[in-house]
């Protein structure tokens, strides 16, 4: 009797954490009004970048989180959005530019330092496109960026297959996971990459790509690039060497912050190769491109 007792309160207690969380999860999961699923097309093979094209990124200092403002002269990229607590402070950098409308927003992957401040920026702006690798995990940041989406009406574009796109004559493309599963950190993993070229310039970014996913990247052709935004906040893989070698940048970006440090064995790899590394934790970093070079500074704090 009491072994039945204790099954049938298991199952209760199983059914009412299953209930909970389906609860949750119909909270924020994408549905059909919610997602839609790109591929490549023929009018986005073989764009090439105009040798005039001019770009500013900005790189916000906002602890251990991504959030990257990339402005051309009538185009505006937002390449993940910081945390939920920050999110508000990238917007106000965006307001100070004077910026109503994103053209197109790229969410690298659901962890909340990069989709936190995601609901935000749709609810304050008015967004073009949003593109996004598949979900691959459940928070409540997630769901308040997909309650966003349909209260604006948005949909956001899965990205399936390698895609790019041209504005002012600078070319995105946008580099998905090649795996729907992964034997570790499949949120990580499952970050998109995404390349900016503006002329003969490059700027490689690669969200939290972990050693699977790193090593994705380095079989892929074409990443050479002249700045790196590192992986996961510099965090050491042990393939970490062999994709620098492999995309050979002259500058990497590290997104950490005072508690949350790079590794120190990331800063002596880039060391070792004399790639000039900026991190955002000393401030938030402005990268002109254009014709006549690559030109970085930082703001002191």
């Keep these: 009797m009491r072994k039945r007792l204790m099954v049938a309160l298991t199952m209760v207690a199983t059914a009412f954490t299953t209930a909970s969380c389906n609860k949750n999860a119909n909270a ?28 500013t990124i900005t790189a916000f200092k906002c602890g251990k989180a991504d959030a990257f403002l990339l402005r051309t002269a009538n185009h505006t990229v937002v390449i993940d959005t910081a945390t939920d607590k920050k999110g508000d402070n ?27 401040g995601a609901d ?24 308040e960026y997909y309650k966003a989406l349909k209260e604006k009406g948005y949909k956001d574009l899965i990205v399936k297959d390698v895609y790019s796109f041209k504005e002012d004559g600078v070319v995105y493309t946008i580099y998905p996971p090649e795996a729907m599963n992964y034997k570790s950190s499949v949120s990580n ?13 490059k700027v490689l970014f690669t969200g939290d790509a972990e050693e ?14 002249d ?3 590192m992986p996961h ?29 790079e590794d120190p064995e990331t800063i002596s790899l880039l060391e070792s190769k004399n790639v000039s ?24 704090k």
């Design 277 to 300: 590394t900026y991190i955002t934790r000393d401030g938030s970093l402005t990268i002109k491109i254009n014709s006549e070079g690559i030109t970085i500074e930082q703001e002191k």
């Design 233 to 261: 906040h510099g965090r050491y893989k042990k393939n970490l060497n062999e994709l620098v070698d492999s995309v050979t940048p002259e500058y990497a970006i590290i997104t950490a912050s005072k508690k949350e440090h």
């Design 90 to 116: 990238f917007l106000e950098l965006i307001d100070e530019q004077g910026i109503d409308t994103i053209d197109d927003m790229i969410i690298t992957h659901f962890d909340q330092d990069h989709v936190g």
């Design 120 to 143: 935000q920026i749709i609810k304050a702006k008015n967004v073009g496109k949003i593109y996004t690798t598949y979900l691959s995990k459940n928070s409540d940041d997630i769901g």
């Design 189 to 201: 993993n499952s970050s998109l990459a995404i390349m900016v070229q503006c002329g003969e310039k």
């Design 28 to 55: 924020f999961q994408p549905g059909d009004d919610t997602a839609e699923e790109v591929y490549a097309d023929e009018s986005s093979k073989n764009l090439t970048s105009d040798p005039d094209a001019e770009i």
């Design 212 to 225: 699977e996913r790193i090593n994705e990247l380095i079989s892929t052709e074409g990443l050479d690039c």
């Design 227 to 229: 700045i790196l935004k």
